[in-house]
Nanobody
Framework: QVQLVESGGRVAQAGDSLRLSCTAS???????MGWFRQAPGKERESVAT???????NYAPSVKGRFTISRDNTKRAVYLQMNSLKPEDTAVYYC????????????WGRGTQVTVSS
């Protein structure tokens, strides 16, 4: 069973930077990995994804501010978040999609990021 564990969420000020980390219980070489988030009263949304080849994709709201990366040797995925805004406040979830499955079937429990103005 694939387990994903996030860390790095905390309370930050607008303009600050944060780095979220996700560690997987399995080798992630054959997975597209990503970060989703859910703010209070809002639907869950994709923030950034990175495929097995290392190609990233970002939501328009975070493009230019957030950077997703992966280290397959460490079974880890990272989300570097710069120039944080209050609207980035949400629970951030690490997700994984096994090659060929077509859905993000693996989710962490989430880590809370709160950005105050």
């Amino acid at each position: 069973q694939v387990q994903l564990v996030e860390s790095g969420g905390r309370v930050a000020q607008a303009g600050d930077s944060l780095r979220l980390s996700c560690t997987a219980s399995v080798r992630i070489g054959g997975y597209t990995m990503g970060w989703f988030r859910q703010a209070p009263g809002k639907e869950r949304e994709s923030v950034a994804t990175i495929d097995w080849g290392g190609t990233p994709n970002y939501a328009p709201s975070v493009k230019g501010r957030f950077t997703i990366s992966r280290d397959n040797t460490k079974r880890a995925v990272y989300l570097q978040m710069n120039s944080l805004k209050p609207e980035d406040t949400a629970v951030y979830y690490c997700v994984g999609q096994r090659l060929g499955e077509g859905v993000y079937g693996y989710w962490g429990r989430g880590t809370q990021v709160t950005v105050s103005s």
